[in-house]
């Protein structure tokens, strides 16, 4: 390229960025690397697919539990303790069978029901898997792993804002007399999105 004379604004590195921004937080008596690491603590040892497993479980296990839980998805987690941000209003919760496969998207960005089946992963945020498995769904879970025969109908839910969604998967037939938590340790984050069954 030619040497125009012209000259970008270079743009600070990264790290005096950051010291900027906390630098302006202390001076309002904020302190944000607290509230950082207190954040990544969360996400770290809270938001976790091992909360969504123990309900998967329980449900499998107990069905009252799985009929409140298809009801009113909030309201049965929160028995079991776990927790959702307010602005998560709804828990649907949409159960796979051996003819019905449903996925979950965000066509629009990357929404989970975080607090319950952990963060979303790095392919459920890209363009590519939002926008093609609402349109070409079976080819996707194909070259995802998952290849179903067509006499599977597959549904995909669309999040958004205000409405979260999970899948109870199907139970596996050789996990008969499983105890809940043995169940649990089976469950993963990909089978609660839809992507994966459970062998
Ligand atoms: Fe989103």
Redesign the pocket.
């Known amino acids: 390229m030619p040497d125009t004379g012209h000259r970008q604004q270079e743009t600070a590195p990264v790290e005096r960025r950051i010291d900027a921004i906390e630098a302006i937080f202390e001076a309002r008596g904020m302190n944000a690397r607290a509230a950082i690491e207190e954040f990544e603590h969360t996400i770290e040892e809270k938001w976790l697919p091992e909360n969504g497993a123990r309900v998967v479980a329980k449900a499998w296990t107990d069905p009252a539990f799985k009929k409140r839980l298809m009801e009113n998805g909030r309201a049965a987690v929160g028995e079991l303790g776990l927790t959702m941000p307010p602005h998560h209003r709804h828990l649907i919760v949409k159960e796979n069978t051996a003819t019905l496969q449903n996925v979950i998207c ?1 066509t ?4 989970t029901a975080f607090t319950i089946i952990g963060l979303p992963p790095d392919w459920y945020k890209e363009l590519e898997y939002r926008a093609r498995v609402v349109r070409q769904s079976r080819t996707v879970l194909k070259e995802m792993g998952l290849d179903l025969p067509e006499s599977v109908d597959i549904r995909v839910w669309d ?1 958004t ?1 205000d409405t979260r969604y999970m899948i109870l998967p199907e139970r596996p037939a050789r996990t008969a007399g499983w105890s809940e938590e043995q169940l649990a340790a089976i469950v993963t984050k990909d089978a609660m999105i839809g992507v994966a069954r459970l062998a």
Do not use: D, G, Q, R
């Open positions: 965000c629009l960005c990357s929404c999040t804002a």
